[in-house]
């Protein structure tokens, strides 16, 4: 495979969290950090870190893209990305002069939330909506109140800006109206061990999908039978074993497809699947354009110029 030209995601750190660019200064915030900017902004470029981030748009309309998936975005768009899922936001439609506030943001780590939930139970409400946010989510209805939370935290200190974001979490948490962004959808988290088992055929799965396997292979490595198998794992995934695969197969072109010079072909068969025309129909089916289009559509997620790399 040609992994010439690689178009990989920038890691962002405290080193380029410059206040004047709409971060909050260090040493002025605990465990979650706000951000506020506008359009045109260094910020917006194709990136990923290791926080949580929710993002409200405010002004404009654009492209957004996070991970493999790509769509519009408008006022009120409010997304939770995952740690190191990569994204970004393009706005189209820019007064010459551009807007002064796009953006207000939220970031925070996993590992104070995990630690605390080991103590106070009532933490571990928010866990299952963390692990959907591996992929994005999108909620919807939630923008003005999600903005006033915003605010609040943002002009609050110490335990009470932690008790306006655990409010918001709480919002978030209880909001049913939402959609998952990437290609590949987890949908039950309520029980850990379920949650670990799913998670260790996945990982099996994704670190072998270039090679052949069948639903009794994955649930002899599990020790049930293909129909409790079968049963178990799409009442997990909300998927069929066989549509899960694909989706995973498809997701991982659609990393190769926007971060190398791959030939369509190639990936194809890197991927696992037998043969192009077979690769085609799928990538469609669940993208809803070709590989070649996907291609050609993500370049857009490092805004009109093309990278220097």
């Not at 405010?58 to 006022?75: A, C, L, M, R, W």
């Not at 994005?136 to 800006?161: N, P, W």
């Not at 409010?167 to 039950?188: G, M």
């Not at 498809?250 to 696992?272: F, H, P, R």
Request: proline share 5%; charged share 25%.
């Amino acid at each position: 495979m040609s992994t010439k030209s690689l178009r990989s995601p920038e890691l962002e750190h405290d080193l380029v969290r410059n206040p004047q660019l709409g971060y909050e200064p260090e040493g002025s915030f605990g465990s979650l950090r706000c951000l506020s900017h506008g359009y045109p902004n260094p910020l917006v470029r194709w990136h990923y870190h290791e926080e949580y981030e929710l993002h409200l748009i405010v002004q404009t309309s654009g492209k957004v893209f996070v991970g493999d998936y790509i769509g519009y975005f408008e006022p009120g768009h409010l997304v939770l990305t995952g740690p190191r899922l990569p994204h970004n936001w393009i706005s189209t439609n820019v007064p010459d002069d551009g807007v002064a506030l796009r953006d207000m943001v939220i970031q925070f780590s996993d590992a104070p939330l995990r630690n605390a939930a080991a103590q106070l139970p009532e933490i571990n409400e928010v866990m299952p909506m963390l692990e959907r946010a591996r992929h994005g989510i999108e909620f919807f209805g939630m923008s003005e109140k999600v903005r006033r939370r915003i605010e609040s935290i943002r002009s609050a200190q110490g335990l009470r800006r932690f008790a306006e974001f655990t409010d918001l979490l709480c919002d978030l948490t209880r909001c049913a109206d939402y959609r998952l962004l990437s290609t590949v959808q987890l949908q039950s988290f309520d029980d850990v061990a379920t949650l670990a088992q799913i998670n260790t055929i996945i990982n099996f799965i994704t670190d072998n999908l270039d090679k052949q396997f069948s639903l009794g292979d994955i649930a002899a490595r599990v020790g049930q039978s293909e129909h409790k198998f079968s049963r178990h794992f799409r009442k997990a995934t909300g998927n069929t074993f066989t549509d899960f695969v694909n989706r995973l197969r498809v997701n991982k072109a659609c990393q190769l497809l926007m971060e190398s010079d791959a030939y369509v072909t190639n990936i194809c068969y890197e991927v696992g699947f037998n043969n192009v025309a077979n690769f085609n129909r799928h990538f469609l089916q669940i993208k809803g354009v070709t590989p070649t289009v996907f291609r050609r559509q993500a370049e857009a997620r490092f805004g009109l110029a093309s990278p220097a790399r």
